[in-house]
């Protein structure tokens, strides 16, 4: 038995490739679009997706999303809820430099950030605030679901991690031992007894590099 209460669930989706994820530069949430490759993994995804029968989508409004949750909704023929809750992380001045650059002219600062310390990268957002903006995003949708429903939510890496480190109640300085998602693909979080369990984590494809500002 999954011990989930009343059967509804949460799956968090990454969008497609893009090709700052392939440049290796950090997005956060600069309004990058999805390369050809993106578009056609967000396709495959969608019709593995639509499997699970979805009663809502809601995506963050980057249009890296948008379009990857519109391949869903031609598939189920649900309509799309764009919420800016769901952005990628703001990161400032490290927006549009690669790792090697970052590491180059924010050396200390990169350093705490991969430590686990609370660091507003490049001026931005810290961890907890993406997580206070993007779960009740989450659970007003999920508060419209039918007993039994499912929410896709379309979102990024980085968003994703803090929003199911956030609705499991992991400790803060944790959430990084979640595993960040490669293009297209998903984690399921199920509503159980004692709150919400994670049911699948970087699922829809075999394993391949994870490309992205989580990394």
Same mark, same amino acid.
């Given at each position: 038995?999954?011990?989930?209460?009343?059967?509804?669930?949460?799956?968090?989706?990454?969008?497609?490739?893009?090709?700052?994820?392939?440049?290796?530069?950090? =997005?956060?949430?600069?309004?990058?679009?999805?390369?050809?490759?993106?578009?056609?993994? *967000?396709?495959?995804?969608?019709?593995?997706?639509?499997?699970?029968?979805?009663?809502?989508?809601?995506?963050?409004?980057? =249009?890296?999303?948008?379009?990857?949750? =519109?391949?869903?909704?031609?598939?189920?023929?649900?309509?799309? !809820?764009?919420?800016?809750?769901?952005?990628?992380?703001?990161? $400032?001045?490290?927006?549009?430099?690669?790792?090697?650059?970052?590491? *180059?002219?924010?050396?200390?600062?990169?350093?705490?950030? !991969?430590?686990?310390?609370?660091?507003?990268?490049?001026?931005?957002?810290?961890?907890?605030?993406? *997580? +206070?903006?993007?779960?009740?995003?989450?659970? +007003?949708?999920v508060e419209s679901l039918p007993e039994e429903g499912t929410?896709?939510?379309?979102?990024?890496?980085?968003?994703?991690?803090?929003?199911? $480190?956030?609705?499991? +109640?992991?400790?803060?300085?944790?959430?990084?031992?979640?595993? $960040?998602?490669?293009?297209?693909?998903w984690s399921v979080l199920g509503r159980g007894y004692r709150?919400?369990?994670?049911?699948?984590?970087?699922?829809?494809?075999?394993?391949?590099?994870?490309?992205?500002? +989580?990394?």
């Amino acid at each position: 038995m999954s011990g989930r209460v009343g059967g509804r669930r949460v799956v968090f989706w990454r969008h497609g490739q893009t090709s700052w994820n392939l440049e290796g530069r950090f =997005q956060g949430s600069t309004d990058i679009p999805l390369t050809e490759t993106g578009l056609a993994q *967000a396709r495959r995804a969608a019709r593995l997706l639509a499997a699970l029968r979805p009663d809502a989508i809601v995506s963050s409004d980057l =249009q890296r999303a948008t379009a990857t949750a =519109q391949q869903l909704a031609e598939v189920t023929g649900l309509p799309v !809820k764009h919420d800016p809750g769901l952005r990628e992380t703001y990161a $400032g001045t490290w927006q549009g430099l690669t790792n090697a650059e970052i590491q *180059a002219k924010y050396g200390e600062e990169y350093r705490l950030w !991969k430590m686990g310390e609370p660091v507003r990268r490049g001026g931005g957002e810290l961890h907890t605030e993406v *997580a +206070d903006r993007a779960v009740p995003v989450v659970l +007003d949708a999920v508060e419209s679901l039918p007993e039994e429903g499912t929410l896709v939510v379309v979102s990024h890496g980085g968003t994703i991690r803090m929003a199911i $480190g956030r609705m499991l +109640d992991l400790p803060e300085h944790s959430w990084e031992a979640l595993g $960040g998602l490669s293009n297209c693909c998903w984690s399921v979080l199920g509503r159980g007894y004692r709150g919400w369990r994670l049911e699948e984590h970087n699922a829809g494809t075999l394993p391949e590099p994870v490309m992205g500002d +989580d990394t």
